[in-house]
DNA sequence: CCACTAAATGAATGGTATTCATTTACGAGA
DNA sequence: TCTCGTAAATGAATACCATTCATTTAGTGG
Protein backbone atom coordinates (compact mmCIF):
# COMPACT_ATOMS: atom_id res chain seq x y z
CA UNK A 1 0.00 0.00 0.00
CA UNK A 2 1.70 3.59 -0.90
CA UNK A 3 2.04 6.23 1.43
CA UNK A 4 -0.55 8.48 2.38
CA UNK A 5 -0.69 11.77 0.56
CA UNK A 6 1.59 14.29 2.61
CA UNK A 7 0.19 15.67 5.56
CA UNK A 8 -0.87 19.22 5.62
CA UNK A 9 -0.10 22.04 7.87
CA UNK A 10 3.31 22.04 10.13
CA UNK A 11 4.58 24.90 9.01
CA UNK A 12 7.85 25.08 10.57
CA UNK A 13 8.38 27.39 13.60
CA UNK A 14 11.91 28.40 12.29
CA UNK A 15 13.79 27.01 15.43
CA UNK A 16 14.82 22.93 14.94
CA UNK A 17 15.36 23.96 10.90
CA UNK A 18 16.60 20.76 9.44
CA UNK A 19 19.77 21.35 7.49
CA UNK A 20 19.60 22.42 4.23
CA UNK A 21 18.57 20.06 1.61
CA UNK A 22 21.37 19.31 -1.15
CA UNK A 23 18.89 19.57 -3.91
CA UNK A 24 20.99 22.08 -6.62
CA UNK A 25 17.39 22.35 -8.71
CA UNK A 26 15.94 25.64 -7.79
CA UNK A 27 12.60 24.60 -7.87
CA UNK A 28 12.05 22.74 -4.61
CA UNK A 29 11.80 24.31 -1.56
CA UNK A 30 14.82 23.83 0.82
CA UNK A 31 14.82 22.73 4.67
CA UNK A 32 12.84 19.82 3.69
CA UNK A 33 13.69 17.24 1.57
CA UNK A 34 10.79 16.83 -0.80
CA UNK A 35 9.53 13.25 -0.08
CA UNK A 36 10.16 13.58 3.60
CA UNK A 37 6.94 13.66 5.74
CA UNK A 38 8.50 14.11 8.62
CA UNK A 39 10.96 16.70 10.19
CA UNK A 40 12.19 17.98 13.47
CA UNK A 41 10.19 21.24 13.25
CA UNK A 42 7.02 19.41 12.11
CA UNK A 43 7.52 17.01 14.84
CA UNK A 44 7.98 19.96 17.48
CA UNK A 45 5.05 21.79 16.28
CA UNK A 46 2.63 18.58 16.58
CA UNK A 47 3.68 17.79 19.90
CA UNK A 48 2.73 21.16 21.29
CA UNK A 49 -0.05 21.05 19.42
CA UNK A 50 -1.01 17.52 21.02
CA UNK A 51 0.20 18.93 24.43
CA UNK A 52 -1.98 21.88 24.46
CA UNK A 53 -5.06 19.79 23.40
CA UNK A 54 -4.72 16.51 25.13
CA UNK A 55 -2.34 16.99 27.80
CA UNK A 56 1.53 15.68 29.03
CA UNK A 57 -0.75 12.42 29.19
CA UNK A 58 -2.05 12.38 25.56
CA UNK A 59 1.18 12.99 24.22
CA UNK A 60 2.09 8.91 23.20
CA UNK A 61 4.09 8.64 20.14
CA UNK A 62 1.40 6.39 18.92
CA UNK A 63 -0.36 9.89 19.11
CA UNK A 64 1.87 11.91 18.02
CA UNK A 65 2.50 9.81 14.66
CA UNK A 66 -1.20 9.85 14.07
CA UNK A 67 -1.57 13.41 14.26
CA UNK A 68 1.10 13.98 11.47
CA UNK A 69 -0.58 11.13 9.43
CA UNK A 70 2.48 8.76 9.65
CA UNK A 71 3.39 5.40 11.19
CA UNK A 72 4.48 5.48 14.98
CA UNK A 73 8.41 3.97 13.81
CA UNK A 74 8.11 6.36 11.00
CA UNK A 75 9.38 8.79 14.39
CA UNK A 76 12.28 7.37 14.86
CA UNK A 77 13.87 8.15 11.89
CA UNK A 78 13.81 11.71 13.17
CA UNK A 79 14.37 11.52 16.97
CA UNK A 80 15.90 8.54 18.91
CA UNK A 81 13.74 8.33 21.90
CA UNK A 82 10.80 10.18 23.41
CA UNK A 83 13.33 11.83 25.43
CA UNK A 84 14.15 13.56 22.13
CA UNK A 85 10.64 14.94 21.68
CA UNK A 86 10.54 16.65 25.20
CA UNK A 87 13.98 17.70 24.27
CA UNK A 88 12.84 19.32 21.52
CA UNK A 89 9.13 20.73 23.19
CA UNK A 90 11.80 21.95 26.11
CA UNK A 91 13.62 24.01 23.81
CA UNK A 92 10.97 25.19 21.75
CA UNK A 93 9.49 26.82 24.92
CA UNK A 94 12.77 28.43 26.08
CA UNK A 95 12.44 30.08 23.28
CA UNK A 96 9.34 32.39 25.12
CA UNK A 97 10.81 33.27 27.84
CA UNK A 98 11.57 36.84 27.94
CA UNK A 99 14.67 37.98 28.54
CA UNK A 100 14.11 41.80 26.72
CA UNK A 101 14.57 43.42 29.66
CA UNK A 102 18.04 42.54 30.40
CA UNK A 103 20.39 45.51 28.64
CA UNK A 104 17.50 47.44 28.72
CA UNK A 105 16.22 47.83 32.37
CA UNK A 106 17.88 47.75 35.48
CA UNK A 107 18.78 44.12 36.60
CA UNK A 108 16.42 43.68 39.42
CA UNK A 109 13.51 44.68 36.92
CA UNK A 110 15.37 42.72 34.33
CA UNK A 111 15.45 39.88 36.37
CA UNK A 112 11.89 40.27 37.82
CA UNK A 113 10.57 40.24 34.09
CA UNK A 114 12.56 37.63 33.14
CA UNK A 115 11.69 34.83 36.20
CA UNK A 116 7.63 35.70 36.22
CA UNK A 117 7.91 34.80 32.41
CA UNK A 118 10.45 31.74 32.98
CA UNK A 119 7.82 30.83 35.50
CA UNK A 120 4.31 31.43 33.66
CA UNK A 121 5.76 29.56 30.82
CA UNK A 122 6.75 26.34 32.47
CA UNK A 123 4.06 26.47 35.12
CA UNK A 124 2.00 25.39 32.26
CA UNK A 125 4.49 22.33 31.17
CA UNK A 126 5.33 20.73 34.68
CA UNK A 127 6.46 17.76 33.26
CA UNK A 128 9.21 19.10 31.52
CA UNK A 129 10.59 20.49 34.81
CA UNK A 130 12.75 16.90 35.66
CA UNK A 131 13.86 17.28 31.82
CA UNK A 132 15.12 21.12 31.85
CA UNK A 133 16.76 20.39 35.08
CA UNK A 134 19.32 17.97 34.29
CA UNK A 135 19.18 19.01 30.73
CA UNK A 136 22.78 19.46 29.06
CA UNK A 137 22.73 22.76 27.51
CA UNK A 138 25.03 21.58 24.88
CA UNK A 139 21.25 19.59 23.23
CA UNK A 140 19.20 22.67 23.60
CA UNK A 141 20.33 25.81 21.64
CA UNK A 142 17.38 28.20 22.19
CA UNK A 143 17.94 27.16 26.19
CA UNK A 144 21.61 28.43 25.95
CA UNK A 145 20.72 30.96 24.26
CA UNK A 146 18.75 32.41 27.18
CA UNK A 147 21.61 31.70 29.80
CA UNK A 148 23.66 33.92 27.17
CA UNK A 149 21.26 36.87 27.79
CA UNK A 150 20.85 36.03 31.36
CA UNK A 151 24.73 35.62 31.87
CA UNK A 152 25.11 38.81 30.20
CA UNK A 153 22.62 40.69 32.06
CA UNK A 154 24.47 39.67 34.97
CA UNK A 155 28.16 40.54 34.13
CA UNK A 156 26.99 43.94 32.90
CA UNK A 157 25.42 44.27 36.39
CA UNK A 158 28.84 44.39 37.72
CA UNK A 159 28.67 40.67 39.47
CA UNK A 160 31.74 38.90 40.17
CA UNK A 161 31.68 36.71 37.41
CA UNK A 162 31.98 33.73 39.68
CA UNK A 163 29.29 33.78 41.55
CA UNK A 164 27.14 34.38 38.28
CA UNK A 165 26.12 31.03 37.50
CA UNK A 166 25.38 30.08 41.07
CA UNK A 167 22.91 32.96 40.99
CA UNK A 168 21.04 31.78 38.15
CA UNK A 169 21.15 28.53 39.18
CA UNK A 170 19.38 29.73 42.55
CA UNK A 171 16.88 31.43 40.68
CA UNK A 172 15.95 28.71 38.32
CA UNK A 173 15.56 26.50 41.14
CA UNK A 174 13.32 28.49 42.50
CA UNK A 175 11.36 29.35 39.28
CA UNK A 176 11.09 25.50 38.90
CA UNK A 177 9.48 24.60 42.09
CA UNK A 178 7.30 27.66 41.95
CA UNK A 179 6.05 26.05 38.04
CA UNK A 180 4.64 23.63 40.51
CA UNK A 181 2.87 25.49 42.62
CA UNK A 182 0.87 27.28 40.08
CA UNK A 183 -1.12 24.01 39.08
CA UNK A 184 -1.21 22.60 42.39
CA UNK A 185 -5.16 22.27 43.62
CA UNK A 186 -6.63 25.28 45.90
CA UNK A 187 -7.53 22.99 48.69
CA UNK A 188 -3.61 21.10 48.87
CA UNK A 189 -3.45 22.93 52.38
CA UNK A 190 -6.45 21.57 54.00
CA UNK A 191 -5.47 19.53 56.71
CA UNK A 192 -9.36 18.16 57.09
CA UNK A 193 -9.72 15.39 60.03
CA UNK A 194 -5.97 16.46 61.21
CA UNK A 195 -7.05 20.43 61.63
CA UNK A 196 -7.15 20.38 65.43
CA UNK A 197 -4.11 18.29 66.00
CA UNK A 198 -1.89 20.77 64.03
CA UNK A 199 -2.79 24.11 65.17
CA UNK A 200 0.12 26.68 64.01
CA UNK A 201 -0.64 25.36 60.59
CA UNK A 202 -4.41 25.33 60.15
CA UNK A 203 -4.61 29.14 61.62
CA UNK A 204 -1.69 30.02 59.36
CA UNK A 205 -3.50 28.69 56.38
CA UNK A 206 -6.75 30.68 57.67
CA UNK A 207 -5.04 33.17 57.74
CA UNK A 208 -3.87 33.21 54.54
CA UNK A 209 -7.36 32.41 52.94
CA UNK A 210 -8.53 35.43 54.74
CA UNK A 211 -6.86 37.39 52.63
CA UNK A 212 -8.54 36.41 49.52
CA UNK A 213 -5.93 36.37 47.34
CA UNK A 214 -6.85 35.16 43.75
CA UNK A 215 -3.72 33.58 43.02
CA UNK A 216 -2.00 32.24 46.16
CA UNK A 217 0.90 30.55 44.59
CA UNK A 218 1.64 34.23 43.23
CA UNK A 219 2.10 35.48 46.47
CA UNK A 220 4.60 32.89 47.75
CA UNK A 221 6.49 33.22 44.13
CA UNK A 222 6.87 37.43 44.80
CA UNK A 223 7.98 37.02 48.64
CA UNK A 224 10.61 34.17 47.13
CA UNK A 225 11.83 36.41 44.59
CA UNK A 226 11.91 39.67 46.18
CA UNK A 227 14.17 38.08 48.37
CA UNK A 228 15.95 36.53 46.28
CA UNK A 229 16.96 39.86 44.25
CA UNK A 230 17.49 41.62 47.31
CA UNK A 231 19.82 39.19 48.46
CA UNK A 232 21.63 38.15 45.68
CA UNK A 233 21.94 41.95 44.24
CA UNK A 234 24.10 42.08 47.23
CA UNK A 235 26.79 40.49 45.59
CA UNK A 236 27.22 43.02 43.19
CA UNK A 237 30.83 44.80 43.42
CA UNK B 1 -1.55 -24.08 44.92
CA UNK B 2 -2.05 -22.49 48.72
CA UNK B 3 -0.64 -19.36 49.21
CA UNK B 4 3.53 -19.85 49.74
CA UNK B 5 4.94 -18.75 53.45
CA UNK B 6 4.42 -15.34 54.72
CA UNK B 7 7.08 -13.03 53.93
CA UNK B 8 9.98 -12.74 56.43
CA UNK B 9 11.38 -9.22 57.83
CA UNK B 10 9.30 -5.63 56.46
CA UNK B 11 8.78 -5.08 60.40
CA UNK B 12 6.45 -2.23 60.24
CA UNK B 13 8.31 1.37 61.01
CA UNK B 14 5.36 2.61 62.94
CA UNK B 15 4.58 5.25 60.23
CA UNK B 16 1.47 4.05 58.18
CA UNK B 17 -0.01 2.04 60.87
CA UNK B 18 -2.64 0.12 59.67
CA UNK B 19 -5.94 0.09 62.01
CA UNK B 20 -6.04 -1.40 65.13
CA UNK B 21 -7.07 -5.07 64.23
CA UNK B 22 -10.48 -5.56 66.27
CA UNK B 23 -9.74 -9.06 67.43
CA UNK B 24 -11.13 -8.97 71.11
CA UNK B 25 -8.27 -12.02 71.69
CA UNK B 26 -5.52 -10.45 73.66
CA UNK B 27 -3.29 -13.58 72.06
CA UNK B 28 -3.50 -11.92 68.67
CA UNK B 29 -0.47 -9.55 68.21
CA UNK B 30 -2.16 -5.92 66.92
CA UNK B 31 -1.75 -3.97 63.53
CA UNK B 32 -1.82 -6.86 60.96
CA UNK B 33 -4.52 -9.29 60.74
CA UNK B 34 -2.93 -13.06 61.17
CA UNK B 35 -3.10 -14.22 58.23
CA UNK B 36 -2.22 -11.41 55.65
CA UNK B 37 1.03 -11.19 54.22
CA UNK B 38 0.69 -7.52 53.16
CA UNK B 39 -0.03 -4.64 54.89
CA UNK B 40 1.06 -0.33 53.99
CA UNK B 41 4.06 -0.58 56.41
CA UNK B 42 5.70 -3.68 54.86
CA UNK B 43 4.89 -2.02 50.82
CA UNK B 44 6.63 1.13 51.99
CA UNK B 45 9.61 -0.56 53.24
CA UNK B 46 9.96 -3.13 50.48
CA UNK B 47 9.46 0.29 47.68
CA UNK B 48 12.15 2.10 49.53
CA UNK B 49 14.11 -0.81 49.65
CA UNK B 50 13.76 -1.57 45.84
CA UNK B 51 14.25 2.40 45.35
CA UNK B 52 17.12 2.02 46.86
CA UNK B 53 18.74 -1.26 44.93
CA UNK B 54 17.21 -0.24 41.25
CA UNK B 55 16.01 3.23 42.10
CA UNK B 56 12.83 4.76 40.18
CA UNK B 57 13.08 2.63 36.94
CA UNK B 58 13.09 -0.81 38.79
CA UNK B 59 10.15 0.21 41.11
CA UNK B 60 7.48 -1.61 39.20
CA UNK B 61 4.41 -3.33 40.43
CA UNK B 62 5.75 -6.51 39.43
CA UNK B 63 8.93 -5.93 41.18
CA UNK B 64 7.30 -4.90 44.62
CA UNK B 65 5.19 -7.64 44.17
CA UNK B 66 8.02 -10.21 43.83
CA UNK B 67 10.23 -8.67 46.78
CA UNK B 68 7.03 -9.20 48.71
CA UNK B 69 6.67 -12.89 47.26
CA UNK B 70 2.97 -11.75 46.37
CA UNK B 71 1.25 -11.41 43.46
CA UNK B 72 1.05 -8.17 42.11
CA UNK B 73 -2.86 -7.91 41.85
CA UNK B 74 -2.13 -8.83 45.21
CA UNK B 75 -0.81 -5.69 45.83
CA UNK B 76 -4.18 -3.59 45.01
CA UNK B 77 -5.82 -4.93 48.11
CA UNK B 78 -3.44 -2.64 50.01
CA UNK B 79 -3.08 0.41 47.83
CA UNK B 80 -5.10 1.68 45.28
CA UNK B 81 -3.03 2.24 42.29
CA UNK B 82 1.24 2.70 41.93
CA UNK B 83 0.62 6.69 42.21
CA UNK B 84 -0.61 5.46 46.31
CA UNK B 85 2.82 3.61 46.90
CA UNK B 86 4.71 6.99 45.82
CA UNK B 87 2.78 8.25 48.10
CA UNK B 88 3.35 6.06 51.17
CA UNK B 89 7.43 6.55 50.26
CA UNK B 90 7.00 10.12 50.35
CA UNK B 91 5.09 10.56 53.55
CA UNK B 92 7.94 8.01 54.96
CA UNK B 93 11.04 10.18 53.64
CA UNK B 94 8.73 13.36 54.90
CA UNK B 95 9.41 12.44 58.35
CA UNK B 96 13.43 12.05 58.07
CA UNK B 97 13.61 16.01 57.25
CA UNK B 98 14.95 17.49 60.10
CA UNK B 99 12.95 19.58 62.09
CA UNK B 100 14.07 19.42 65.55
CA UNK B 101 15.75 22.73 65.54
CA UNK B 102 12.83 24.73 65.38
CA UNK B 103 12.07 25.39 69.19
CA UNK B 104 15.55 24.85 70.05
CA UNK B 105 17.88 27.53 68.34
CA UNK B 106 16.97 30.81 66.79
CA UNK B 107 14.95 31.27 63.39
CA UNK B 108 17.70 31.74 61.27
CA UNK B 109 19.76 27.92 62.39
CA UNK B 110 16.55 26.31 62.41
CA UNK B 111 15.76 27.34 59.06
CA UNK B 112 18.58 26.36 57.05
CA UNK B 113 19.67 22.84 58.91
CA UNK B 114 15.60 22.13 57.85
CA UNK B 115 16.44 23.34 54.44
CA UNK B 116 19.49 21.67 54.21
CA UNK B 117 17.88 18.48 55.60
CA UNK B 118 14.96 18.86 53.03
CA UNK B 119 16.99 19.20 50.01
CA UNK B 120 19.61 16.27 50.68
CA UNK B 121 16.38 13.33 51.48
CA UNK B 122 14.63 14.41 48.13
CA UNK B 123 17.56 15.12 46.21
CA UNK B 124 18.02 11.26 46.57
CA UNK B 125 14.35 11.08 45.22
CA UNK B 126 13.65 13.41 42.64
CA UNK B 127 10.70 11.41 40.99
CA UNK B 128 8.65 12.24 44.26
CA UNK B 129 8.74 15.68 43.86
CA UNK B 130 6.12 16.23 41.00
CA UNK B 131 4.00 14.16 43.82
CA UNK B 132 5.14 16.01 47.21
CA UNK B 133 4.14 19.29 45.06
CA UNK B 134 0.50 19.29 44.34
CA UNK B 135 0.02 16.53 47.19
CA UNK B 136 -3.12 17.60 49.49
CA UNK B 137 -1.80 17.40 53.16
CA UNK B 138 -4.64 15.38 54.19
CA UNK B 139 -3.04 12.21 52.42
CA UNK B 140 0.23 12.47 53.98
CA UNK B 141 0.09 12.74 57.63
CA UNK B 142 4.19 12.72 58.55
CA UNK B 143 4.43 15.50 56.05
CA UNK B 144 1.53 17.34 57.82
CA UNK B 145 3.20 16.88 61.00
CA UNK B 146 6.41 18.65 59.14
CA UNK B 147 4.65 21.41 58.01
CA UNK B 148 3.07 21.86 62.27
CA UNK B 149 6.47 22.02 63.68
CA UNK B 150 7.81 24.71 60.72
CA UNK B 151 4.30 26.44 61.07
CA UNK B 152 5.13 26.82 64.95
CA UNK B 153 8.44 27.97 64.83
CA UNK B 154 7.86 30.73 62.47
CA UNK B 155 4.93 31.53 64.79
CA UNK B 156 7.56 31.62 67.51
CA UNK B 157 9.50 33.65 65.62
CA UNK B 158 7.20 36.67 65.49
CA UNK B 159 6.34 36.01 62.01
CA UNK B 160 2.63 37.75 61.00
CA UNK B 161 0.63 34.92 60.44
CA UNK B 162 -0.66 35.22 56.88
CA UNK B 163 2.40 35.19 55.97
CA UNK B 164 3.81 32.09 57.21
CA UNK B 165 2.61 29.92 54.38
CA UNK B 166 3.55 32.03 51.64
CA UNK B 167 6.77 31.89 53.51
CA UNK B 168 7.47 27.73 53.75
CA UNK B 169 6.13 27.90 50.27
CA UNK B 170 8.72 29.61 48.91
CA UNK B 171 11.32 28.10 50.42
CA UNK B 172 10.35 25.11 49.97
CA UNK B 173 9.61 26.05 45.90
CA UNK B 174 13.45 25.98 46.08
CA UNK B 175 14.29 23.57 48.15
CA UNK B 176 12.49 20.81 45.28
CA UNK B 177 13.71 22.92 42.64
CA UNK B 178 17.47 22.80 43.79
CA UNK B 179 17.20 18.89 45.04
CA UNK B 180 17.75 18.14 40.91
CA UNK B 181 20.64 19.92 40.97
CA UNK B 182 22.11 17.85 42.72
CA UNK B 183 21.26 15.21 40.58
CA UNK B 184 22.61 17.13 37.91
CA UNK B 185 25.50 15.84 35.36
CA UNK B 186 29.09 18.13 36.27
CA UNK B 187 28.89 19.06 32.39
CA UNK B 188 25.83 20.00 32.31
CA UNK B 189 26.94 23.65 31.70
CA UNK B 190 29.47 22.68 29.24
CA UNK B 191 28.49 24.67 25.69
CA UNK B 192 30.78 22.53 23.33
CA UNK B 193 30.27 23.49 20.19
CA UNK B 194 28.36 26.89 20.90
CA UNK B 195 31.07 27.46 23.37
CA UNK B 196 32.17 30.92 21.00
CA UNK B 197 28.86 31.85 20.66
CA UNK B 198 28.18 32.38 24.11
CA UNK B 199 31.03 34.20 25.51
CA UNK B 200 29.31 35.67 28.94
CA UNK B 201 27.90 32.65 30.03
CA UNK B 202 31.27 30.35 28.90
CA UNK B 203 33.27 32.83 30.98
CA UNK B 204 31.01 32.41 34.00
CA UNK B 205 30.98 28.43 33.96
CA UNK B 206 34.83 28.92 33.41
CA UNK B 207 35.13 31.25 36.37
CA UNK B 208 32.74 28.85 38.62
CA UNK B 209 34.83 26.03 37.26
CA UNK B 210 38.39 27.54 38.32
CA UNK B 211 37.25 27.82 42.15
CA UNK B 212 36.59 24.23 41.71
CA UNK B 213 34.00 23.53 43.92
CA UNK B 214 33.68 20.32 45.02
CA UNK B 215 29.87 19.96 44.57
CA UNK B 216 28.68 23.10 42.85
CA UNK B 217 25.13 22.22 43.67
CA UNK B 218 25.98 23.20 47.24
CA UNK B 219 26.95 26.50 46.19
CA UNK B 220 24.24 27.64 44.65
CA UNK B 221 22.06 26.26 47.58
CA UNK B 222 23.77 28.45 49.72
CA UNK B 223 23.62 31.56 47.91
CA UNK B 224 20.21 31.10 47.17
CA UNK B 225 19.40 30.08 51.03
CA UNK B 226 20.75 32.70 52.96
CA UNK B 227 19.12 35.36 50.30
CA UNK B 228 15.60 34.30 51.20
CA UNK B 229 16.90 33.45 54.82
CA UNK B 230 17.45 37.39 54.89
CA UNK B 231 14.93 38.66 52.85
CA UNK B 232 11.96 36.29 54.79
CA UNK B 233 13.32 36.71 58.21
CA UNK B 234 12.92 40.73 57.38
CA UNK B 235 9.57 40.07 57.40
CA UNK B 236 9.02 39.65 61.31
CA UNK B 237 7.35 41.82 63.38
C1' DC C 1 -19.73 -26.01 62.77
C1' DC C 2 -21.07 -22.81 59.45
C1' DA C 3 -20.94 -18.70 57.03
C1' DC C 4 -18.78 -14.51 56.16
C1' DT C 5 -14.96 -11.80 54.69
C1' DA C 6 -10.37 -10.15 53.97
C1' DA C 7 -6.76 -11.23 51.10
C1' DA C 8 -4.52 -14.00 47.97
C1' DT C 9 -4.10 -15.98 42.97
C1' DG C 10 -3.35 -15.99 37.89
C1' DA C 11 -5.16 -14.99 33.61
C1' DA C 12 -6.60 -11.34 30.68
C1' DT C 13 -6.79 -6.41 29.03
C1' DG C 14 -5.31 -2.44 26.95
C1' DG C 15 -1.80 0.53 26.87
C1' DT C 16 3.25 1.86 26.32
C1' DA C 17 7.96 2.74 23.80
C1' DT C 18 10.87 0.66 20.82
C1' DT C 19 13.00 -2.57 17.13
C1' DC C 20 13.45 -4.55 12.71
C1' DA C 21 12.88 -6.62 8.24
C1' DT C 22 10.80 -4.92 4.33
C1' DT C 23 9.11 -1.64 0.93
C1' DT C 24 8.75 2.76 -1.30
C1' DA C 25 10.17 6.60 -4.03
C1' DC C 26 13.18 10.20 -4.97
C1' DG C 27 17.43 11.87 -7.07
C1' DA C 28 22.13 11.47 -8.67
C1' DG C 29 25.40 9.42 -11.75
C1' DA C 30 26.49 6.65 -15.72
C1' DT D 1 16.96 6.94 -20.00
C1' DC D 2 18.18 3.45 -16.95
C1' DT D 3 19.97 1.89 -12.70
C1' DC D 4 21.39 2.06 -8.24
C1' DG D 5 21.84 3.95 -3.61
C1' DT D 6 19.65 5.87 0.20
C1' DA D 7 16.50 8.35 3.17
C1' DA D 8 12.24 7.57 5.00
C1' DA D 9 8.15 5.25 5.30
C1' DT D 10 5.45 0.80 6.78
C1' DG D 11 3.43 -2.68 9.92
C1' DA D 12 4.24 -6.56 12.53
C1' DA D 13 6.49 -8.11 16.61
C1' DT D 14 8.56 -7.46 21.29
C1' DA D 15 8.79 -6.71 25.96
C1' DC D 16 7.10 -4.18 29.32
C1' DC D 17 3.68 -1.80 32.13
C1' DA D 18 -0.43 -0.88 35.50
C1' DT D 19 -4.73 -2.45 36.35
C1' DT D 20 -9.11 -5.52 36.54
C1' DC D 21 -11.66 -9.49 37.68
C1' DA D 22 -13.49 -14.01 38.47
C1' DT D 23 -12.02 -17.39 41.48
C1' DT D 24 -9.94 -19.62 45.49
C1' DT D 25 -8.02 -19.74 50.05
C1' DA D 26 -8.00 -19.55 54.90
C1' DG D 27 -8.83 -17.70 58.99
C1' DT D 28 -12.66 -15.57 62.54
C1' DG D 29 -16.91 -14.35 64.70
C1' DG D 30 -21.37 -15.95 65.66
Redesign the pocket.
Given at each position: ????PAAPGHTSLGDPAEPEA????GR?RAGR??????DKAGITAAALQLIEKKGYDG?????L?RSL??????L???V????DVLLLVEDHLAALVDVSAFGAEPWEDAVRKWAWSYRDVFSQHTPLIPVIAVLPVTDAPQTLAMYETVSAGFRDADFPEERIVSSIVALESFIFGSAYDVTAPADIFDAGSMAEATPSFTGAVRSLAAQGHERPADVAFSLGLEALISGLGALRQ
Open positions: MPAPKTENRPVGAVLLTMAAANVAPSAYNHSSKG
